[in-house]
């Protein structure tokens, strides 16, 4: 759900047959028709698929993007088969809100609290923690300084690749302690694995 233009399909397409969804047809357009079974242009409130179809949904900063969340993941758990798995990351910390979220169109940050009981009103097994926490203290600092200096236009340019390639190597180690369970304090995000019973 919320495929975008398509970033994480080549990490996905490994898993099995892909399905993609978004609200946006242009956003889809610009997926090769190879990477997915299907794309289909449609509101994550209101999915037009049959109760028990996949086997998996995922949805990657994109519940922040729907007003109605609850309904969003109502759909979700109906349009999953029983044993069926439910992978989602949205933004976290509240007070990071800013003309970044705003410029992306996003309705809310997450808290900790706030997203597990989200999620639990659905599912029965639940996997919830931080991520991006090694770069916490460099997104406070970009969101709630630098953001005040710069205007709009300039919030997404991209980083310089040697930097870039850094912050990939971070993530890679918190995504390494992630796997081994262990459970970051804080972060700029929020990962979510649930399970429908």
């Known amino acids: 759900i919320g495929v ?3 970033d ?3 990490v996905i397409k490994k898993y099995g047959p892909v399905y993609g969804l978004d609200i946006d047809q242009r956003a889809l357009d610009l997926i090769p028709d190879d990477f997915l079974v299907e794309k289909r242009q449609g509101d994550a409130c209101a999915l037009s698929y049959p109760d028990n179809f996949f086997d998996c ?5 994109v519940l922040e993007h729907i007003q109605d969340d609850v309904q969003a993941i109502r ?14 990351t949205v933004p976290a910390v509240p007070f990071l809100f800013s003309k970044h979220d705003v410029v992306l169109h996003h309705f809310r940050r997450y808290r900790h609290k706030q997203f ?21 203290g460099f997104v406070v600092f970009q969101r709630l300084v630098l953001e005040k200096l ?9 980083l310089p690749r040697v930097i870039n390639a850094i912050f990939i190597k971070i993530l890679a180690l918190e995504n390494w302690l ?20």
């Open 150 to 158: 710069r205007p709009s236009a300039q919030l997404h340019q991209p």
């Open 116 to 136: 597990c009981t989200l999620l639990r009103n659905q599912f029965n097994t639940l996997t919830c923690g931080y991520w991006i926490c090694f770069l916490f």
């Open 57 to 61: 949904v995922v949805a990657f900063d």
């Open 8 to 10: 994480d399909l080549t």
């Open 4 to 6: 975008g233009t398509g």
């Open 75 to 88: 759909e979700i758990q109906r349009v999953l088969k029983s044993g069926g798995v439910f992978v989602a």
């Open 178 to 197: 992630i796997s081994k369970k262990i459970k970051l304090p804080i972060g700029t995000s929020l990962w979510a694995i649930c399970k429908k019973s």
